[in-house]
């Protein structure tokens, strides 16, 4: 992991350089609140062991998060904050004041999705007190999850032989544990949650997966809505699903953790599954050759 000891500012941006003189830059897009801040404000800060933290304007920003890709196909981070701050109005006209504190907690996108990857699809990140409070992506979401994610793809690729990503992205952004919650909200701020299914959907697209995963019951009721042309194929044992302008294969599952995770069975048979499609992927692109 990387560390850094060093910060800076532009207008548009913060500088990090860390213990081996490498430079390193992200938008401040991504933190509103540095980016509104004095230059006497953003000068008031702390390093940690994983970190840097601003305790006066409640902004976090991981060391991590420096090596994140900087742009972002499909995602205007200030659009994001536009919409998260009417929503927040919204509530507040409304008195609904819970769902005011997950808002104050911004939205994470996600990171930069790379082209032909096994992309996992979720619902939307979760969130611990612990974790900074910003629009941007988070480092350290639900670690747990991400975790049999890297499982997954180090089994299949042993399997394959093969060096496929993996990559993961939710279908909202609003960051919350309780999926139940979220759709609440989602029935008090339609046009809000709406704008976000828009993004990312044009995520999913520009990322041209070979394989999607969509991994528990709810979340697969929103991406079969998001993307209603699908068609069942026998051979691969799945739906084939239009994404952008090419069928994708879906494989729909249950959550991949916590108590209402896959059991250790039905685990094996997505892994199996998910190599099944592979296999047939890597046979169609060498008879391309």
């Not at 006066?56 to 659009?79: L, P, R, T």
């Not at 009417?86 to 994470?108: F, N, P």
Request: include cysteine.
């Amino acid at each position: 992991m990387i560390k850094i000891k060093e910060i800076w500012f532009s207008d548009d941006q913060i500088f990090g350089r860390d213990e081996d003189g490498r430079i390193y830059s992200q938008s401040l897009l991504w933190y509103p609140r540095l980016q509104v801040a004095s230059a006497e404000e953003r000068g008031n800060y702390t390093f940690d062991s994983d970190g840097i933290h601003w305790r006066n304007i409640n902004e976090d920003i991981s060391f991590e998060s420096f090596v994140y890709e900087d742009a972002h196909k499909g995602i205007n981070i200030a659009e994001l904050n536009r919409l998260n701050q009417e929503a927040v109005e919204e509530v507040i006209k409304k008195a609904y004041h819970k769902y005011k504190v997950i808002l104050d907690r911004g939205l994470d996108p996600g990171s930069l999705l790379k082209e032909e990857t096994v992309l996992f699809v979720g619902m939307n990140p979760s969130f611990q007190e612990s974790d900074s409070i910003h629009n941007g992506p988070q480092s350290k979401s639900y670690p747990r999850y991400f975790n049999r994610i890297k499982e997954i793809t180090e089994k299949v690729n042993k399997e394959l032989n093969t060096s496929y990503p993996f990559a993961h992205q939710d279908l909202f952004f609003v960051r919350h544990s309780s999926q139940a919650e979220v759709l609440e909200m989602k029935k008090v701020l339609q046009d809000f949650f709406n704008a976000q299914l828009s993004i990312s959907k044009k995520l999913i697209e520009n990322a041209k997966p070979v394989l999607i995963v969509v991994a528990n019951a709810s979340a697969c009721s929103v991406f079969k809505a998001l993307f209603e042309n699908q068609q069942w194929n026998d051979d691969l044992g799945a739906y084939k699903v239009m994404i952008g302008e090419s069928y994708v294969p879906v494989l729909y599952t249950g959550m991949i953790t916590g108590q209402r995770a896959l059991d250790n069975g039905s685990y094996e048979s997505l892994i199996w599954h998910i190599c099944y499609i592979l296999k047939k992927h890597i046979l169609i692109q060498k008879s391309r050759l």
